[in-house]
């Protein structure tokens, strides 16, 4: 069973940075769709981020572009959302999900069918 930990949640200054963990188990696959989450009390969830092992393809909302990367390390099976120029509405819990690579990266962000995978999440607070 596919198994996601996050972990890099903090409490940090507006134009901050921070990055997130999320290290992955149980693939069953060498390839796979992942991708980093948002959710802000009283929001909708975010597809924020979302990377394909296959081919590398990426989507970044809107919202985070130019100042969010995503990125993975094979070897450790771990994919890290780096965070840069943090603003008080980057403030979320934020949540890695993974699914099949059959899923595009758009369709996880966006779309995010029910048959991915979740972490639990890691806070981050984003304040003066």
């Known amino acids: 069973q596919l198994q996601l930990v996050e972990s890099g949640g903090d409490l940090v200054q507006p134009g901050g940075s921070l990055r997130l963990s999320c290290a992955a188990s149980?693939?069953?696959?060498?390839?796979?769709?992942i991708g980093w989450f948002r959710q802000a009390p009283g929001k909708e969830r975010e597809g924020v981020s979302c990377?394909?092992?296959?081919?590398?393809?990426?989507y970044y909302a809107n919202s985070v572009k130019g100042r969010f990367t995503i990125s993975r390390n094979n070897a450790k099976n771990t994919v890290y959302l780096q965070m840069n120029n943090l603003k008080p509405e980057d403030t979320a819990v934020y949540y890695c999900?993974?699914?099949?690579?059959?899923?595009?990266?758009?369709?996880?962000?966006?779309?995010?069918?029910?048959?991915?995978?979740w972490g639990q999440g890691t806070q981050v607070t984003v304040s003066s």
């Open positions: 999900a993974a699914d099949q690579d059959t899923v595009s990266v758009f369709t996880l962000c966006v779309r995010t069918p029910s048959s991915g995978s």
């Open positions: 149980g693939f069953t696959s060498d390839y796979y769709t």
């Open positions: 990377l394909s092992s296959s081919d590398g393809t990426v």
